[in-house]
């Protein structure tokens, strides 16, 4: 948690750039930054509505096991913040059987089933159906955000060896906006040595 307030804190828009510059360094990273937490987030849904118009099926045993034991079918849970995976799983599974069995869902690679189709029996029919991008997703909008701040966070460690203060500059006629026009012209004069 300390990480993440330091890491908000550290995303205060500067004045030194524009609306476009701080559409890139700040609005954008933390839209990601929601995003990739969002998704990566895992907590228990209780009431979770019957998801039967979409399943992905997931290879939980082995496949010389009959049907019923050899697959299990999960569904994600579209809520904005849930489970990753909710799995429906036989009944005599216990409550560490369940975690376990939507763990390995998750991090195994799922393939798709229509819902008017069967769960197919070929091995090579289901590695054509995979699904392997939802685990990753969370960690690439996490690197895009990294990678939106970067620029930002570049210009501000390096601008001052440039021999200019740009911050110090920007301040400065800031503050000219809402003085009477004779001192603003001797600010703005001032700005220029």
């Not at 019957?50 to 299990?72: A, F, G, H, M, V």
Request: glycine letters at 4%; a neutral charge; one cysteine or more.
């Amino acid at each position: 948690m300390f990480f993440l307030d330091a890491f908000l804190k550290g995303l205060k828009p500067q004045y030194d750039d524009d609306s476009c510059d701080r559409l890139n360094y700040y609005y954008t990273p933390m839209l990601l930054v929601i995003f990739s937490l969002t998704l990566s987030a895992k907590h228990v849904c209780d009431s979770c509505p019957d998801y039967t118009s979409r399943k992905i099926t997931c290879k939980l045993l082995n496949d010389r096991e009959p049907r019923s034991k050899q697959t299990i079918i999960a569904t994600p849970v579209d809520k904005y913040v849930g489970q990753p995976i909710q799995c429906w799983i036989p009944a005599q599974f216990t409550g560490a059987w369940e975690q376990y069995s939507e763990n390995y869902c998750f991090v195994q690679n799922t393939y798709f089933v229509r819902p008017d189709s069967y769960i197919p029996d070929s091995v090579i029919d289901r590695e054509n159906a995979e699904i392997g991008y939802y685990q990753w997703v969370p960690f690439i909008l996490g690197l895009q955000a990294i990678l939106f701040y970067l620029p930002a966070l570049f210009w501000r460690l390096f601008n001052w060896q440039s021999g200019v203060a740009v911050k110090s500059l920007v301040k400065m006629a800031r503050e000219t906006t809402d003085m009477q026009p004779e001192r603003k012209r001797e600010a703005v004069a001032g700005l220029n040595h």
